[in-house]
């Protein structure tokens, strides 16, 4: 199987930056795209930004575009999600997914892994 362990989360101001990490495990020849979600509460789990691991495409959500950058290193197999502008609606459990083909999607059926999250607050 493959595992991700997002690191990186914590309180910060609204304006301010954080860099959020994805370290994968396992079986990552499995891996051909990875991304991030995030759920605020009592609201569904939102796509923020996808990556294609072998091509290098990327598609973001509209509301991180030109804030958010996702980056990737390869032979750390990890995933780095690079957060500026940040604004208090950006709050929320911040998940690594990982999925076993290539084509980018904003569906959460679109990733086969998922990390446990990782708490991201934007304060006013």
């Known amino acids: 199987q493959v595992q991700l362990v997002e690191s990186g989360g914590g309180l910060v101001q609204a304006g301010g930056s954080l860099r959020l990490s994805c370290a994968a495990s396992g079986r990552t020849f499995n891996i051909y795209k990875m991304g991030w979600f995030r759920q605020a509460p009592g609201k569904e789990r939102e796509f923020v930004v996808a990556?294609?691991?072998?091509?290098?495409?990327?598609l973001y959500a509209d509301s991180v575009k030109g804030r958010f950058t996702i980056s990737r290193d390869n032979a750390k197999n990890t995933m780095y999600l690079q957060m500026n502008s940040l604004k208090p609606e950006d709050t929320g459990v911040y998940y690594c997914a990982a999925g076993r083909s290539q084509l980018l999607s904003m569906g959460v059926y679109g990733m086969d892994y998922w990390g446990k999250g990782t708490l991201v607050t934007v304060s006013s």
């Open positions: 990556l294609s691991w072998s091509g290098g495409s990327t």
